[in-house]
């Protein structure tokens, strides 16, 4: 199994970038999918983007298409959401977590989540 930490959440302007991090602490990502999630006061988990670890293939929800980017790297074994131009709603806790099944698996796919970290946008 793979463990992870989530961090680079804040409280930031509307627009302006951020960056979070979701890093292997135990295990690999290796034949496996990366999400980011986030889940809002009140509202159900929803993926917001995941990546192939291998392959590099790629997946965005619409809603954020355009505007954040996710990467990874293999000598840090770390997942990244480049999060530019955002919005008030991507307001949310974010949560990185990793299935052996397709990029755009719903939430019970997936496994080993992290404690997840804050992203708060003002209005």
């Known amino acids: 199994q793979v463990q992870v930490i989530e961090s680079g959440g804040g409280v930031v302007q509307a627009g302006d970038s951020l960056r979070l991090s979701c890093a292997a602490s135990?295990?690999?990502?290796?034949?496996?999918?990366v999400g980011w999630f986030r889940q809002a006061p009140g509202k159900e988990r929803e993926l917001v983007s995941s990546i192939n670890w291998n392959t590099g293939t790629t997946y965005y929800r619409d809603s954020v298409k355009a505007r954040f980017t996710i990467s990874r790297d293999n000598v840090k074994a770390t997942v990244y959401l480049q999060m530019n131009s955002r919005k008030p709603k991507d307001t949310a806790v974010y949560y990185c977590?990793?299935?052996?099944?397709?990029?755009?698996?719903?939430?019970?796919?997936?496994?080993?989540w992290g404690q997840g970290t804050k992203v708060h946008v003002p209005s």
């Open positions: 977590a990793s299935t052996g099944q397709g990029l755009q698996s719903a939430p019970n796919k997936y496994a080993n």
């Open positions: 135990r295990g690999i990502f290796y034949n496996l999918a």
